[in-house]
């Protein structure tokens, strides 16, 4: 069975800086899409964050120059680093895996920054 597990989430305040983890068991990040998205209530989900399967990665315009994505192969386990947070960054984050075939979901994780 395919989980995707992400953690890592909070309240920081403005400014501040958070790491969040997508841990997958029953599938690996190796060669396969690795992603990160947010969503708002009320809102679309949106890109955050995407790294291919050559490890290239591209990122949503709002998040450019304050987020990193990473994977760690060895531990299975897909980073995003996030800095200079602010409110507008306040969503739940979902951690994204696809293969060629199908598409998997965390559960997410609650981010809170507050002014």
């Known amino acids: 069975q395919v989980k995707l597990v992400e953690s890592g989430g909070g309240l920081v305040q403005a400014g501040g800086s958070l790491r969040l983890s997508c841990a997958a068991s029953?599938?690996?990040?190796?060669?396969?899409?690795a992603g990160w998205y947010r969503q708002d209530p009320g809102k679309q989900r949106e890109l955050v964050a995407v790294?291919?399967?050559?490890?290239?990665?591209n990122y949503g315009d709002s998040v450019k120059g304050r987020f990193t994505i990473f994977r760690d192969n060895e531990r299975n386990t897909v980073y995003l680093e996030m800095n200079s947070l602010k409110p507008e960054d306040t969503a739940v984050y979902f951690c994204n895996l696809k293969t060629y075939w199908n598409d998997y979901w965390g559960q997410g994780t609650q981010v809170t920054v507050s002014s």
């Open positions: 790294i291919s399967r050559s490890d290239l990665s």
């Open positions: 029953g599938i690996t990040f190796y060669n396969n899409v």
